[in-house]
């Protein structure tokens, strides 16, 4: 019983989250549309003595011709129709509001990243080795031994024992991730077993 | 004493970089789903379980396609916006690229569609200069320094946080989705470091495309969002369902086309593709697709930037040069595949593979200065596709548009074939040596550590030579109109050739010559155009380029590099042609020692870890006796460890001289004797067997369609010896002439 009321909370907060999600698309995509994110652009080549032009217009899709976005017509009269003729417009429309956000979000996760990059391969080891000493630092180094086949074992019976502190928690599979990405750089760089 | 009825964590699971057990997993799966139906007739709770249960797989879909579609916007806008920083930045908002930023500038001129006083190249930035040598040198400088910082962003990133964040992703994801687990391939690390270096890496002007790490990405997703499921967390079989659905959504964000994307996952990617998960497929298909519309990512509500919309019709005689443009896709897509593997071997052997970060470094390098000073090179390679797949109109600025108007027409729609004015003479040489540039350097690049996919360059290759041939035919047409195969399709003032339509076929033949696609490539084509009249040039093409490249060389790039890794992979296309029996292939062969089997009533715990210290298998038959050899089952080497170290924990009295027993009922203790652990709840009792007269015509099939690891063999009766996944796969190489110690991993 138990297991069934989990499943049905993680059901419920998937569902939570992607209905959250869903409805920021919706809401993102629809607020969107501020003014100067649509727009009706007229191309018009050369005619006569006049020279190519281009115009645009933020204007919406319903007035997107040659007579609402030309502006001035470089032409009189009855000129008119033959210029807009050769004139090609199409309607256009973009969100700025996305393009922003999205950026903004990538750069951060890069920021992020490059910053515990340089953590990871710089800072911790000058860290370590100045709060624990270098006898230390080489014993655990020896500690991620290659006890096959047991090491996998171990480790299916050690998460099912619950660990209360959560420090200890978050050490502990920072400890593992480290290992993990590890034994991935032997198998991908090193021995080239994986991915060459 | 009976116990723990229920089962002990981590029995059933597997080790990394072994083949799973499609039969045992599927069956699991059915006792669930039966055990669920029978409790739901308890019950409402359990009926409303049932439903549930029944409509996970579809919620699942539904967000794989979220998710999906969602990254894939984030690194497409991404990427467009750090292409164009390599050669200037926007002043109204350093997040527009250089198209969104000339967006509302009222000062875009007709001849100079591209300059704005927005958007500053770095030259206007640094030294205030926007035209002549000091300007052009400076340009040069910061694209080619741009470029190699993005490449060793991307290269640190891969090698500290997710090395198998790198290459492509689509061998390793076929062999996943044929039984094999690699842990941490599908993982949060991998897919986050895969999305923000496939951007990088994109942007630093390399020759590799996006489609197949996208693959990658829709597939993590897919794997991170299983866990929330337990019917699919739990299951490996069911996992892989999902997954296939999951790589259909990831080509279908790529290229903005569902019904390819299935196909795709059906063709190429899936190893079992059962109805179920057709239909699945193209709903996660469709919900990507729709997600990635509604980000609107290129603006017009498109899919993908090369969206042609043309209709002009072909004419009969046009079939020559397709089918010409067919043959060159093959030839070209053998040679890429026979370079491709030679350097990547050579990486895996020699000491070039010991600096990966270098090698990214110069290859960036080489390819940022070879690059700049050619317009068609320095764009990058989408915008040059859709650039070669555009048919001219007239009010194209395009340098390959440069036509000589004669007519006076007054429609800017159809126009009739014109002569090539300067422009188009000029765009031919660039357009030349762009197409060796390409060929050259997309050797080297696909494979490096870095995330890579194929498809874009592919179709590069393909669309130059295209466009190339398309302009010729057309010049042809022109000047020589009173040819008879002209005479009757290409009146004067007629639109005859479509320059575009070549780019595109040439396209669809070189991507089929290098990975075999057949369907999937003609689908996602006529997807990407939007015309059923093309349909018939692009099967010529890709059967054609089918034909010639499987007529050099077998196998296409995905295999070929499956082959080099010496993955596990059980060709599923293949017929196996050769008169061999299974007692040629099993274990022990004539003068190795005997089958290590267990008994199932006489063996002590510390008999069973001696066994397993000192082997390493990764499973024992059980038989009622040494001398009878009668199979009882089989048992896993992984839940043997875990049940007796579990029992020596949690159990008292287990030592080392209990005895194990795989029976249905232990006979009763005496006393003053170490109570008995009792295994039978871990032991397979439905092993398959075949006899040693067996042809291995039919054992190979049996592993193909069962998708088994191991088969026992039996003589009159007797467990004789034991054939295992790897053993048919150097048996296969053995028979293909190729070195079967290749073949690595259980």
Known sequence: MPSLCWGLLRLGSVLGVSCLALSSLVQLTAAAKNFED?????????YKDNPGHIYNKNISQKDCDCLHVVDPMPVLGPDVEAYCLRCECKYEERSSVTIKVTIIIYLSILGLLL?????????????????????????SEDDIGDHQPFANAHDVLARSRSRPNVLNKVEYAQQRWKLQVQEQRKSVFDRHVVLS | MDFLEEPIPGVGTYDDFNTIDWVREKSRDRDRHREITNRSKESTWALIHSVSDAFSGWLLMLL????????????????????????????????????????NSQQVTFEDRDKCPEWNSWSQLIINMDEGAFAYIVNYFMYVLWALLFAFLAVSLVKVFAPYACGSGIPEIKTILSGFIIRGYLGKWTLIIKTITLVLAVSSGLSLG??????????CCGNILCHCFNKYRENEAKRREVLSAAAAAGVSVAFGAPIGGVLFSLEEVSYYFPLKTLWRSFFAALVAAFTLRSINPFGNSRLVLFYVEFHTPWHLFELVPFILLGIFGGLWGALFIRTNIAWCRKRKTTQLGKYPVIEVLIVTAITAILAFPNEYTRMSTSELISELFNDCGLLDSSKLCDYKNLSNTSKSGELPD????????????????????????????????????????????????????????????????????????????????????????????CLGGVTRMTVSLVVIMFELTGGLEYIVPLMAAAMTSKWVADALGREGIYDAHIRLNGYPFLEAKEEFAHKTLAMDVMKPRRNDPLLTVLTQDSMTVEDVETIISETTYSGFPVVVSRESQRLVGFVLRRDLIISIENARKEQDGVVSTSIIYFTEHSPPVPPYTAPTLKLRNILDLSPFTVTDLTPMEIVVDIFRKLGLRQCLVTHNGRLLGIITKKDVLKHIAQMANQDPDSILFN
């Open chain 2, 210 to 219: 996006k489609e197949g790490p996208l693959v990658h990405v829709a597939c």
């Open chain 1, 115 to 139: 910053l515990y990059m340089v953590y990871l391969t710089l800072v911790e080891p000058i860290l370590k080795r100045r709060l624990f000493g270098h006898s230390q630092l080489i014993q």
């Open chain 2, 64 to 103: 794989i396609g979220l998710l999906s579609g969602s990254l894939a916007g984030l690194i497409d806008i991404s990427a467009h916006w750090m292409t164009d920083l390599k050669e200037g930045i926007c002043t109204e908002g350093f997040w527009f690229n250089h198209e969104h930023c000339c967006w």
């Open chain 1, 38 to 46: 649509v727009r009706c652009k007229c191309i018009c080549p050369p």
């Open chain 2, 418 to 509: 014109r002569p090539a004015g300067a422009g188009v003479s000029s765009a031919m040489w660039q357009l030349a040596l762009t197409l060796i540039l390409k060929i050259v350097i997309t050797i080297f690049t696909f494979g490096m550590k870095i995330p890579s996919g194929l498809f874009i360059p592919s179709m590069a290759v393909g669309a130059i030579a295209g466009r190339l041939l398309g302009v010729g035919m057309e010049q042809l047409a022109y000047h020589h109109r009173d040819w008879t195969i002209f005479n009757s399709w290409c009146s004067q003032g007629a639109d005859c050739i479509t320059p575009g339509l070549y780019a595109m076929v040439g396209a669809a033949a």
